[in-house]
Structure formats: structure tokens, C-alpha cells
């Protein structure tokens, strides 16, 4: 006869002080003008530091004494702020590169998806486009004087080009990557294809094409500049070169600081109307892009 067993059930392991009811520890976040007054400290750090140089005639392994002084380009900027040709130049820049990356942006984007959706048309087009990708934009440059009347129209021409490929290119891994779940699902609830390229491709694929987007804008303004230099009458390219061939050394930085600034903004008009089009995603640190705190989200109840 043997012995009644028992059963023992194992007890629980102590649990740590203050685990229970415990969360990840969350980010650390900046309060906005934090962040705005980090931004601000650390432009006005390097133009200290280019005052600095330049005016103390620093020639270690950079030479900064010919180097024009940040108040002298200051001073100089300030002075062309208040001509009709400063202003005349800017437009002029800012319509070539409006005009190129439209065409661009819907082209690319119609182009991409064309490639990634249809067989027929990867095997006609891609061959193409994969020779001619590598191609510089600015190495067209003779090809757009020979096949355009007018300059204008081939300055144009480069910068569609310089902002297509990056567009295309982008689109079409985007529009690759979706899973084919979701566009069984439109097929099966019976949507057509108009249907699912609508509501299925063109959103899925919304994040790469703004990525795209976000780099072409940048490369359009290397080669604007680049055309214009070269054979432009007017813009800021243009100037800035010829400020280059009188040695007008503080022209010269006027032109590298408007071309920085146009290109800071028009990148960050990208990138705020991609947030709009894309508020359906989720955020994982709505700090880092907005600088308001993400909001506090409810955690599960523990028993």
C-alpha cells in the first residue's frame, strides 16, 4: 500500500521591489524651446567660430586669411537684400526647381509603379532608365543646349532629371515591398484594380515616396545650381558664380547662404506636408519631429 502523495505547487518567485505595476522607463524629452534654444546656440557657435578664424588671419593646415569674415558676408547680404536684382535671381531659382521637381514627383511616382506593377512595362522601361540612372545630371548639360531652344527650358530639364531617378527609384521598391494580403482582400471584396491602386498601393507605398521625394528635392538643388552656373543668364547659381569671377569673395558666401536657406526650406515644405499626408502612420516619438511629448498611453490593468 503506498503512501498518499500530495501535490505541491510551486510558489511564485518574489517579485523585485517595486516591479509590480512597473513601466519601461520612458525617454528622456526636451521641453520645445530647449531644443530651439540648442538649435540657435549651436549656429551662432560656428559663426563665432568662422568670426574667429577669419579675423584672427588663422593659416594652419585651412588657410582663413583670405577668407571673407561672417560680418563682412552679413554686411554684404544685408546690402543685396535691398536690390530688385537679389530678389529677381531667387525667383528665377526657385521657378526652375518648382517647375523640374513637379514634373518630377509625378512622373517618378507614375513611372514607379508602372515598373513595379506590370511586367511588360519593367521589361521596356527599366533597361532604359538603369542606363541612364547613373548618368549625372549635370553632364546633360550639353545635351539639354543642344535638344532645347532655350536655356531656361534645359535648366528645367536638368532639374526634372536630377530629382526623377531618386522619385522613380524609391516608388518602385516601395510599391514592391507591399504585402499582396491586402490587395487579395480588395480583390476578393470586389474592387478592381482602380480600387486597389487607390486604396492599397499608392498609401502603403506613401512613406517610401516621400522619401524619395525628400532626397530629390536636395539633388535638384546641386544641379540648378550647377546648370546655372554654367549656362544660365540668371538665378542664383549664376550670380554667385559670377561674383566668384570678380573676386567678390563675401557675393560669393551671400550665394552659398541663400542657396543653403532655400534648400533647408523647400526640403522642410517636403517634409511637413509628408507628415500631413501620412498622420494615419504611427509615431513612436512624436518629440524627435514635432517637439511636443507623445501622448501617455493607458497601460493594461494588472489583476
Same mark, same amino acid.
Given at each position: 500500500?503506498?503512501?498518499?502523495?500530495?501535490?505541491?505547487?510551486?510558489?511564485?518567485?518574489?517579485?523585485?521591489?517595486?516591479?509590480?505595476?512597473?513601466? &519601461?522607463?520612458?525617454?528622456?524629452?526636451?521641453?520645445?524651446?530647449?531644443?530651439?534654444?540648442?538649435?540657435?546656440?549651436?549656429?551662432?557657435?560656428?559663426?563665432?567660430?568662422?568670426?574667429?578664424?577669419?579675423?584672427?588671419?588663422?593659416?594652419?593646415?585651412?588657410?582663413?586669411?583670405? *577668407?571673407?569674415? #561672417?560680418?563682412?558676408?552679413?554686411?554684404?547680404?544685408?546690402?543685396?537684400?535691398?536690390?530688385?536684382?537679389?530678389?529677381?535671381?531667387?525667383?528665377?531659382?526657385?521657378?526652375?526647381?518648382?517647375?523640374?521637381? &513637379?514634373? #518630377?514627383?509625378?512622373?517618378?511616382?507614375?513611372?514607379?509603379?508602372?515598373?513595379?506593377?506590370?511586367?511588360?512595362?519593367?521589361?521596356?522601361?527599366?533597361?532604359?532608365?538603369?542606363?541612364?540612372?547613373?548618368?549625372?545630371?549635370?553632364? !546633360?548639360?550639353?545635351?539639354?543646349?543642344?535638344? *532645347?531652344?532655350?536655356?531656361?527650358?534645359?535648366?528645367?530639364?536638368?532639374? *526634372?532629371?536630377?530629382? *526623377?531617378?531618386?522619385?522613380?527609384?524609391?516608388?518602385?521598391?516601395?510599391?514592391? #515591398?507591399?504585402?499582396?494580403?491586402?490587395?487579395?482582400?480588395?480583390?476578393?471584396?470586389?474592387?478592381?484594380?482602380?480600387?486597389?491602386?487607390?486604396?492599397?498601393?499608392?498609401?502603403?507605398?506613401?512613406?517610401?515616396?516621400?522619401?524619395? !521625394?525628400?532626397?530629390?528635392?536636395?539633388?535638384?538643388?546641386?544641379?540648378?545650381?550647377?546648370?546655372?552656373?554654367?549656362?544660365?543668364?540668371?538665378?542664383?547659381?549664376?550670380?554667385?558664380?559670377?561674383?566668384?569671377?570678380?573676386?567678390?569673395?563675401?557675393?560669393?558666401?551671400?550665394?552659398?547662404?541663400?542657396?543653403?536657406?532655400?534648400?533647408?526650406?523647400?526640403? /522642410?515644405?517636403?517634409?511637413?506636408?509628408?507628415?500631413?499626408? /501620412?498622420?494615419?502612420?504611427?509615431?513612436?516619438?512624436?518629440?524627435?519631429?514635432?517637439?511636443?511629448?507623445?501622448?501617455?498611453?493607458?497601460? &493594461?490593468?494588472?489583476?
Amino acid at each position: 500500500m503506498s503512501a498518499p502523495t500530495s501535490s505541491v505547487r510551486p510558489r511564485p518567485a518574489p517579485e523585485a521591489p517595486g516591479a509590480r505595476g512597473a513601466t &519601461a522607463p520612458r525617454p528622456l524629452r526636451r521641453r520645445p524651446w530647449v531644443r530651439y534654444a540648442l538649435r540657435a546656440a549651436s549656429l551662432l557657435a560656428a559663426l563665432g567660430l568662422w568670426q574667429s578664424l577669419t579675423v584672427l588671419d588663422v593659416n594652419l593646415w585651412l588657410r582663413f586669411a583670405q *577668407f571673407p569674415s #561672417a560680418t563682412d558676408v552679413v554686411r554684404e547680404f544685408a546690402d543685396r537684400l535691398g536690390t530688385g536684382a537679389y530678389w529677381q535671381d531667387l525667383t528665377d531659382s526657385l521657378s526652375r526647381i518648382l517647375t523640374g521637381f &513637379a514634373l #518630377a514627383a509625378v512622373l517618378g511616382v507614375a513611372v514607379g509603379t508602372a515598373i513595379a506593377r506590370s511586367p511588360l512595362v519593367s521589361d521596356l522601361l527599366g533597361p532604359v532608365l538603369e542606363v541612364c540612372r547613373p548618368i549625372p545630371a549635370i553632364a !546633360l548639360v550639353p545635351v539639354a543646349i543642344l535638344m *532645347f531652344p532655350s536655356n531656361e527650358q534645359g535648366i528645367v530639364f536638368i532639374t *526634372f532629371t536630377a530629382a *526623377f531617378f531618386p522619385v522613380m527609384v524609391s516608388t518602385r521598391h516601395a510599391v514592391r #515591398a507591399l504585402a499582396p494580403v491586402w490587395e487579395e482582400a480588395v480583390l476578393t471584396m470586389g474592387g478592381g484594380r482602380g480600387r486597389v491602386l487607390v486604396s492599397v498601393v499608392l498609401p502603403g507605398a506613401l512613406p517610401g515616396i516621400l522619401g524619395g !521625394l525628400s532626397v530629390g528635392i536636395g539633388v535638384s538643388w546641386i544641379c540648378v545650381i550647377s546648370a546655372e552656373m554654367i549656362s544660365g543668364a540668371y538665378g542664383v547659381g549664376y550670380r554667385t558664380w559670377q561674383d566668384y569671377t570678380i573676386v567678390d569673395y563675401p557675393g560669393v558666401f551671400v550665394g552659398m547662404t541663400t542657396i543653403g536657406v532655400l534648400g533647408w526650406l523647400t526640403s /522642410t515644405a517636403v517634409e511637413l506636408a509628408g507628415r500631413r499626408l /501620412t498622420r494615419w502612420l504611427p509615431r513612436t516619438d512624436r518629440t524627435e519631429t514635432t517637439g511636443r511629448p507623445a501622448p501617455a498611453r493607458k497601460e &493594461a490593468a494588472t489583476p
